[in-house]
T-cell receptor
Framework: AQTVTQSQPEMSVQEAETVTLSCTYDTSESDYYLFWYKQPPSRQMILVIRQEAYKQQNATENRFSVNFQKAAKSFSLKISDSQLGDAAMYFCAYHQAGTALIFGKGTTLSVSS | DTGVSQNPRHKITKRGQNVTFRCDPISEHNRLYWYRQTLGQGPEFLTYFQNEAQLEKSRLLSDRFSAERPKGSFSTLEIQRTEQGDSAMYLC????????????FGNGTRLTVT
């Protein structure tokens, strides 16, 4: 069965600095998608960024980018120029055809001024 | 796009009672998912529908849980004979068909079983 592991329960960063959140996954499939979702306190989960497994180029969305290492089954999220509004719980998720998205346990990110 | 709507937002019930939650997905989304999330944890998959067909159920979904999606529009999740361990946030999400189509989540229903 596919699994998603986020080894950092908590991370902290100062405003304007850069932080990287780690995610590893286990699969025998070659075609799948990976996602990072953000869940602010008491608010709904929203999509941050997604990556197609067959694309070697790392996805970027403004201040958010990923480092996708398919052979290592690693999918880290880099947040540049961190802002107070980035404070949230971040979830890595894996999706392959015919199944539901599988989420990791999450990393709580704190941002200090 | 009015977003995924879930009702109620909060539900407090006594152990042994039945509860039912409702989810209204984004109208053009044919896939609908139910997840359960406990404090500080990631969402755990419960079940999902494509239109009105329930395609997959997690082993987490005991016989006390049942979900429906009549006519392929809104969905309901019913928990019978609730237990304290059922206390959690129940999240509904929807998406279009397609591997790259992301999930859109509702605000969730927080269930507290006393």
């Amino acid at each position: 069965a596919q699994t998603v592991t986020q080894s950092q329960p908590e991370m902290s960063v100062q405003e304007a600095e850069t932080v990287t959140l780690s995610c590893t996954y286990d699969t025998s499939e070659s075609d799948y998608y990976l996602f990072w979702y953000k869940q602010p306190p008491s608010r709904q989960m929203i999509l941050v960024i997604r990556q197609e497994a067959y694309k070697q180029q790392n996805a970027t969305e403004n201040r958010f980018s990923v480092n996708f290492q398919k052979a290592a089954k690693s999918f880290s999220l880099k947040i540049s120029d961190s802002q107070l509004g980035d404070a949230a719980m971040y979830f890595c998720a894996y999706h392959q055809a015919g199944t539901a998205l599988i989420f990791g346990k999450g990393t709580t990110l704190s941002v200090s001024s | 796009d009015t977003g995924v709507s879930q009702n109620p937002r909060h539900k407090i019930t006594k152990r042994g009672q039945n509860v039912t939650f409702r989810c209204d997905p984004i109208s053009e989304h044919n896939r609908l998912y139910w997840y359960r999330q406990t404090l500080g944890q990631g969402p755990e998959f419960l079940t999902y529908f494509q239109n009105e067909a329930q395609l997959e159920k997690s082993r987490l979904l005991s016989d006390r849980f049942s979900a429906e999606r009549p006519k392929g529009s809104f969905s309901t999740l019913e928990i019978q004979r609730t237990e304290q361990g059922d206390s959690a946030m129940y999240l509904c999400a929807s998406r279009r068909t397609g591997l790259n189509s992301p999930l859109h989540f509702g605000n969730g229903t927080r269930l507290t079983v006393t």
